[in-house]
């Protein structure tokens, strides 16, 4: 478990840039051995998409003097654009995370500040770490009707100036480092002319809404988890079971005495293909007392990308004619109807009944999209694994 973003701990920068994404929904495995270079990559690339910056520039270079200026008082205000979540969304109470305290951030501080002409220095203090980032809103343009661009120059330091004030709600030192983050690549990205700010000590950078990650984003973030032993890069999977990343034959050998034994399970056995249903699951969860309590509203198994994982099958104990199905972390959570699809539901219904209490099972399973799961018949077939002591299959 990663400590909370609110959670005193000063945490290394691994373990932040790992908060800082799951904060966005990009929930690596605990196994990940990514090195800080990739997951700093992984962030770059979060932050364009919740920016849309593809969309914005078309893979241009922003030139912030190019574009028009955001008229005040038509339509939206800078607060309410920049206020792209509905409160809904980050309600709920607990640890909001480091990227929704940033977006709310940017809408109730500096959308407003500038609405109410305050064009002075602001700071955003890390008081554990000595860290500010001093900023100073230098324009306001128009990107289309619901997207304002804030023009910003930026500093960072280590103590305040007698003329510097404002406390950009920060509270916590990963919301702190998202946001330095946030300015130093969209700075790289920007085409101003940075011979300015050689002058003022200020570099020029800016702020646009930043929008929660689609499903898809966060599927395609979560495919490269790294190589499973050593963290480097890793376009091949276990060509057996497609679920484990190495990145050469080397690291996938040396893995072979832990790994083979869900491998191989994974290499037998029979996918049973089920569609999962997703109305009415109150009244189910109501029946069968699960405490599930939020129910996800994507309902989509997130952050798996092709690779399997462990979901669990629950038999409703009262009509033996649904079963509940999720997974660990709780990304989805659906029903499977015997009477949507008679004879795989008696299949899967065999395999629960092997399970803890003829109830309960947890299988290996791939999501292939339109509320479609695909889940071994088999978990543990513990035969098959001590004669095998190098692995047989190639990577792919
Ligand atoms: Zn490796
Ligand atoms: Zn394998």
């Not at 091949?236 to 040396?254: D, E, F």
Request: aromatic share 6%; with cysteine.
């Amino acid at each position: 478990m990663l400590p909370s973003a609110t959670n005193a701990t000063i945490l290394n920068e691994r373990d932040e840039l790992l908060e800082i994404l799951s904060s966005m929904g990009v929930k690596l495995p605990a196994s990940t051995r990514l090195h800080v270079d990739a997951l700093q990559e992984h962030l770059t690339k979060a932050l364009d998409r919740s920016q849309r910056h593809a969309e914005l520039f078309q893979h241009r270079r922003p030139n912030v003097g190019s574009f028009e200026p955001w008229i005040m008082g038509s339509g939206k205000t800078v607060k309410e654009a920049m206020i792209s979540y509905n409160l809904q969304e980050i309600a709920g109470g607990g640890d909001i995370g480091s990227f929704n305290e940033l977006r709310i951030m940017l809408s109730e501080s500096i959308g407003m500040a500038y609405e109410l002409g305050m064009a002075s220095i602001f700071v955003s203090e890390d008081s554990e770490r000595d860290r500010l980032i001093k900023l100073k809103v230098t324009g306001l343009y128009k990107m289309d009707d619901d997207t304002p661009l804030i023009a910003v120059e930026y500093k960072l330091g280590n103590a305040k100036d007698d003329d510097e004030e404002g406390n950009l709600m920060l509270n916590s030192p990963g919301g702190h480092t998202v946001f330095r983050k946030l300015l130093e690549i969209n700075a790289t990205h920007s085409s101003e002319d940075r011979s300015r700010s050689s002058i003022t000590g200020m570099t020029p950078s800016y702020l646009l809404p930043l929008h929660p990650l689609n499903h898809r984003d966060i599927g395609s973030l979560c495919k490269d988890v790294g190589c499973i032993i050593c963290g480097s890069p890793s376009a091949a999977h276990c060509s057996r079971c497609r679920s484990i990343p190495y990145c050469g034959a080397a690291c996938q050998r040396s893995d072979w005495q832990r790994h083979k034994t869900s491998c191989l399970a994974l290499d037998t056995g029979i996918w049973i293909r089920t569609k999962y249903s997703t109305t009415n699951l109150q009244g189910m969860l109501n029946r069968t007392s699960q405490a599930v309590e939020n129910i996800p509203q994507e309902n989509e198994p997130a952050g798996y990308g092709d690779n399997s994982f462990i979901v669990k099958l629950q038999l409703s104990p009262v009509d033996g004619n649904s079963m509940l199905v999720y997974d660990r972390k709780r990304s989805f959570v659906g029903q499977i109807l015997r009477s949507n699809d008679h004879e795989n539901f008696e299949r899967l219904q065999r395999v629960v009944s092997t399970g803890h209490l003829g109830l309960k099972i947890y299988l290996w399973s791939k999501y292939v999209g339109d509320h479609t799961l695909v889940s071994k018949e088999k978990k543990k077939p513990n035969i098959y694994t001590d004669h095998l002591t190098q692995p047989d299959n190639e990577i792919a």
